[in-house]
């Protein structure tokens, strides 16, 4: 490589990360400890692989230097050696560049999603529906565990809004790519004349916060509580056990009314509203997050997209890396790892490209 002082200093962090983990008291302050575990588990990685590609550079230069002193008849062999030893150091020079590109923060944790309609009516959230049903499917697929935090039906069992919890290690990186506006092609089923109608729904995608990482004054928080509702307004409950929260600074509103209990909708309205409040922190940290959350929220027009899914067709295509698949029907039963695979991609090839390394 052509920075060892680079890879040096990042071998020389590890080290200091191991001792202050090994502190006595380094677990009494858990947001301090957990901040250094996952600097460790990120830094594990990249200082295994550079200690292989050490390895493999030795093993190389003796290859060398029995090639050069080889009789006739084995230098055949002793340059099949230098061969293999040069491919296997490309291979892990290729590696450990790779891996110093900066890790998004928010690899590894768990994923708040909120799916709901947005232009095109009954038919908005009745994709809205489909496409919750998607990353169900999804997270089976993945094994992730999903849990349905909130959830509001409209009036033909499609879905206004549905928010809930993804987790798994991986889920972070292979959903944060979803957030934005999905629009449908399709005949609706309210459509009598078979036309095709364009509809929308958003997306939104938040790293799951700790408890420890968000500092949230009571006092800053307003909670209303009420009756929960659903479709067309009815009153689904006789007691107050919906939950309202407004954290006053930053004008964030949750609400949560699935749970009969309102202590149990106050706890969900929290974890919701701390991954929002973490959010807008590293939006505000990092100016590169903050336009990608804008991009990401939208305002759901039809002429805004990140990904159309057309029916007829049974086509999705990806409208950031120009990806089309004709296999919409598996798509919808969960099989994004094509989609997944290929945004993940596209983002690594752009962090090399500019240069983006630690």
């Given at each position: 490589?052509?920075?060892?002082?680079?890879?040096?200093?990042?071998?020389?962090?590890?080290?200091?990360?191991?001792?202050?983990?090994?502190e006595p008291?380094?677990?009494?302050?858990?947001?301090?400890f957990?901040?250094?575990?996952?600097r460790?588990?990120?830094?594990?990685?990249?200082?295994?692989?550079?200690?292989?590609?050490r390895?493999?550079?030795?093993?190389?230069?003796?290859?060398r230097?029995?090639?050069?002193?080889?009789?006739?008849?084995?230098?055949?062999?002793?340059r099949?050696?230098?061969?293999?030893?040069d491919?296997?150091?490309?291979?892990?020079?290729?590696?450990?560049?790779?891996?110093?590109v900066?890790?998004?923060?928010?690899?590894?944790?768990?994923?708040i999603?909120?799916v709901?309609?947005?232009?095109?009516?009954?038919?908005?959230?009745?994709?809205a529906k489909?496409?919750?049903?998607?990353?169900?499917?999804?997270?089976?697929?993945?094994?992730?565990?999903?849990?349905?935090?909130?959830?509001?039906?409209?009036?033909?069992?499609?879905?206004?809004?549905?928010?809930?919890?993804?987790r798994?290690?991986?889920a972070?990186?292979?959903?944060?790519?979803?957030g934005?506006?999905?629009?449908?092609?399709?005949v609706?089923?309210?459509e009598s004349?078979?036309?095709?109608?364009?509809?929308?729904?958003?997306?939104?995608v938040?790293?799951?916060?700790?408890?420890?990482?968000?500092d949230?004054?009571?006092?800053?928080?307003?909670?209303?509580?009420?009756?929960?509702?659903?479709?067309g307004?009815q009153?689904?409950n006789?007691?107050?056990?919906?939950?309202?929260?407004?954290?006053?600074?930053?004008?964030?509103?949750?609400?949560?009314?699935?749970?009969?209990?309102?202590?149990?909708?106050?706890a969900?309205?929290?974890?919701?509203?701390?991954?929002?409040?973490?959010?807008?922190e590293?939006?505000r940290?990092?100016?590169e997050?903050?336009?990608?959350?804008?991009?990401?929220g939208?305002?759901g027009?039809?002429?805004?997209k990140?990904?159309t899914?057309?029916?007829?067709e049974?086509?999705?295509t990806?409208?950031?890396?120009?990806?089309?698949l004709?296999?919409l029907?598996?798509?919808?039963?969960?099989?994004?790892?094509e989609?997944?695979?290929?945004?993940?991609?596209?983002?690594?090839?752009?962090?090399l490209?500019?240069?983006?390394?630690?």
């Amino acid at each position: 490589m052509d920075d060892l002082a680079r890879l040096e200093a990042i071998e020389r962090e590890y080290e200091e990360v191991l001792q202050r983990l090994a502190e006595p008291g380094a677990p009494a302050d858990r947001k301090n400890f957990l901040a250094l575990s996952r600097r460790h588990k990120d830094l594990e990685v990249i200082v295994g692989a550079m200690r292989e590609l050490r390895g493999a550079q030795e093993d190389l230069a003796t290859a060398r230097e029995l090639f050069s002193d080889a009789p006739a008849d084995e230098r055949e062999l002793a340059r099949s050696e230098v061969s293999d030893a040069d491919k296997r150091v490309t291979r892990l020079e290729q590696e450990v560049r790779e891996l110093l590109v900066p890790r998004d923060p928010n690899d590894g944790r768990n994923v708040i999603m909120t799916v709901r309609g947005a232009e095109g009516g009954e038919e908005a959230n009745l994709f809205a529906k489909d496409l919750f049903e998607m990353y169900q499917r999804y997270a089976e697929r993945r094994r992730w565990r999903l849990e349905v935090l909130g959830l509001q039906e409209s009036d033909l069992k499609g879905i206004d809004e549905v928010t809930f919890l993804v987790r798994g290690e991986d889920a972070w990186q292979r959903l944060k790519h979803e957030g934005g506006p999905h629009r449908v092609q399709r005949v609706p089923v309210t459509e009598s004349q078979g036309r095709i109608h364009t509809s929308s729904a958003v997306v939104t995608v938040l790293p799951e916060a700790d408890e420890v990482e968000v500092d949230i004054d009571p006092a800053d928080l307003k909670i209303d509580v009420y009756r929960s509702t659903g479709p067309g307004g009815q009153s689904v409950n006789t007691t107050d056990s919906a939950v309202r929260i407004t954290h006053v600074p930053s004008g964030v509103v949750v609400a949560m009314q699935d749970e009969k209990s309102q202590i149990q909708n106050r706890a969900k309205a929290m974890q919701v509203l701390r991954a929002r409040l973490l959010k807008l922190e590293q939006d505000r940290q990092h100016a590169e997050l903050s336009k990608a959350r804008r991009e990401q929220g939208g305002s759901g027009g039809r002429s805004e997209k990140i990904r159309t899914y057309n029916f007829p067709e049974n086509r999705v295509t990806d409208h950031r890396i120009g990806l089309t698949l004709h296999k919409l029907d598996r798509v919808l039963r969960g099989e994004l790892d094509e989609l997944t695979d290929g945004l993940v991609a596209d983002e690594r090839a752009r962090q090399l490209a500019d240069g983006d390394v630690s």
